[in-house]
């Protein structure tokens, strides 16, 4: 099912009697695994995410972008947006998408990342917290990890928080998050960005930074030798 191109695929993660949709991206071979929690209103179609996970895969990282809310539920939440503001329960899907990736066989080798935008940021980040060890490193773009709570001081894994140099109220938000989260932890913040990256050069920067982040940590936390690297593929429903 894999080949030396890598692989992709449409996948269909089960959450309870239903089921949301992603897509799967692994290079061949893959060094690890970027979940991505998208933020608020978006989907896995989410332009900016679609550019990060394309870079992730250039620097040999698989990626899994994912809608965290059902169609149904997608469509309650066109009416309402309460769903893309709950925080515990954007956790619960990632979680749970999580749990799914590491029952695969042929992925549950690879170290794992969270990669979370705006709200999704949080949930990655509380996530995290509930998974432990199998999550190896997290980056924001532009998130609010304040919305995590309680759950930044039981982070354990290394997080990237990327935030605009425009973008002065969030990045006031993720500095007093910063304190509150692990030593091995950093604010990156991206000059002339406003918080949706639009300008020019500054999302390239942050697949840049999001890139190297991981390598160098989902990198150390596998570290095998580069003739038993795994040729990796993961199966769609």
Avoid at 31 to 39: E, I, K, N, Q
Avoid at 61 to 83: C, H, R, W
Wanted: hydrophobic share 45%; glycine share 10%; proline share 5%.
């Amino acid at each position: 099912m894999s080949d030396k191109a890598g692989r992709h695929a449409a996948i269909r993660i089960p959450v309870g009697a239903d089921w949301i949709q992603g897509e799967l991206g692994l290079p061949s071979p893959a060094c690890g695994l970027v979940l991505f929690a998208h933020g608020s209103g978006s989907s896995r179609k989410s332009p900016r995410n679609q550019f990060v996970a394309a870079s992730l895969q250039e620097a040999g990282l698989g990626t899994l972008l994912m809608d965290l809310l059902t169609q149904e539920e997608e469509l309650v939440d066109l009416d309402s947006g309460q769903l893309r503001f709950d925080i515990p329960f954007l956790a619960a899907r990632l979680q749970a998408a999580t749990r799914w990736v590491l029952a695969q066989a042929e992925a549950r080798e690879l170290p794992l990342g969270y990669f979370g935008a705006s709200t999704g940021a949080a949930a990655a980040l509380v996530a995290a917290a509930e998974i432990g060890d199998p999550v190896k490193a997290i980056v924001s773009r532009g998130g609010r990890p304040d919305l995590a709570g309680a759950a930044l001081e039981r982070v354990k894994a290394p997080t990237l928080l990327i935030v605009g140099s425009l973008d002065s109220d969030v990045l006031a938000l993720n500095r007093a998050a910063l304190a509150r989260l692990g030593k091995e932890s950093k604010l990156s913040v991206v000059p002339g960005a406003s918080h949706l990256f639009e300008e020019p050069g500054t999302l390239a920067e942050v697949a840049r930074l999001a890139s190297a982040w991981f390598r160098g940590h989902l990198d150390s936390a596998w570290a095998p030798s580069r003739a038993d690297m795994l040729d990796v593929s993961v199966r769609g429903e």
